[in-house]
């Protein structure tokens, strides 16, 4: 049973690109969340998901991010144009509809801005 | 505003030393508090969630506590093993669901 999977690990991107992070959620979550760590600063959250819906976005940055968890495929967190204050590790979780679980994270992509 | 803190940032132990994280936290309302575990360049790993202030709860050398203000996280004879970071994070209760707030972390480090 394979955990919370996340692509690519290292993400090397130069200022103005697109950055596109993948995660696949553990098999039977149904419900992703995205967080963003900074260097020497806690996780933030950023949104959270369910298949084809949005449920909570209130830690995302209203321009250049956007995420989405298809029908059919992994969760999506976008990047768009982005500025050297976008490097950090972001890191994917999953959980069954359950509303009192620890969920499990994945190893995160280290995205890096140059 | 949810807030936690974690103390200290850094502590530094000899095998068999026992000693006690601190997170403090404010919070309106508490659904939950969690103590994660997180090596370097990997994901934080769930370690343990805490629900009523007087609940405890063990894993091998790791015990977990909690107050109305705070949690311990005690290490009983650690081992260089136990050398990680260790995560804490509240869950407003006014939340709908997981969105969980951390704190910064305290750096273990463990010698032989």
């Known amino acids: 049973n394979a955990g919370v999977m996340q692509n690519p690990r290292h993400l090397v991107r130069r200022r103005g690109q697109e950055a596109r992070l993948r995660c696949s959620p553990m098999?039977?979550?149904?419900?992703v969340y995205w967080y963003r760590q900074l260097p020497e600063e806690g996780l933030k959250f950023m949104v959270y998901?369910?298949?084809?819906?949005?449920?909570?976005e209130s830690g995302m940055p209203k321009e250049r991010f956007s995420a989405e968890f298809p029908k059919e495929g992994p969760s999506i967190l976008r990047i768009q144009q982005v500025v050297r204050g976008d490097s950090a590790a972001y890191f994917c979780?999953?959980?069954?509809?359950?509303?009192?679980?620890?969920?499990?994270f994945g190893s995160g992509t280290r995205l890096t801005v140059v | 505003e949810d807030q936690v803190t974690q103390s200290p940032e850094a502590l530094r132990l000899q095998e068999g030393e026992s000693s006690s994280l601190n997170c403090s936290y404010t919070?309106?309302?508490?659904?939950?508090l969690f103590w994660y575990r997180q090596d370097p360049g990997k994901g934080p790993e769930f370690l343990f969630t805490?629900?009523?202030a007087g609940e405890e709860k063990e894993k091998e050398r790791l015990k977990a506590t909690l107050t109305k203000k705070e949690s311990f996280l005690h290490i009983t004879a650690p081992k260089p093993e136990d050398s990680a970071t260790y995560l804490c994070?509240?869950?407003?209760?006014?939340?709908?669901?997981?969105?969980?707030?951390f704190g910064t972390g305290t750096r273990l480090l463990v010698s032989p």
């Open positions: 998901l369910q298949k084809e819906n949005i449920i909570d």
């Open positions: 994070a509240v869950q407003p209760r006014n939340t709908g669901f997981q969105k969980l707030v």
């Open positions: 805490l629900y009523s």
């Open positions: 979780a999953s959980s069954p509809p359950l509303k009192d679980y620890g969920y499990t």
């Open positions: 919070v309106s309302g508490l659904r939950g």
């Open positions: 098999k039977g979550h149904s419900h």
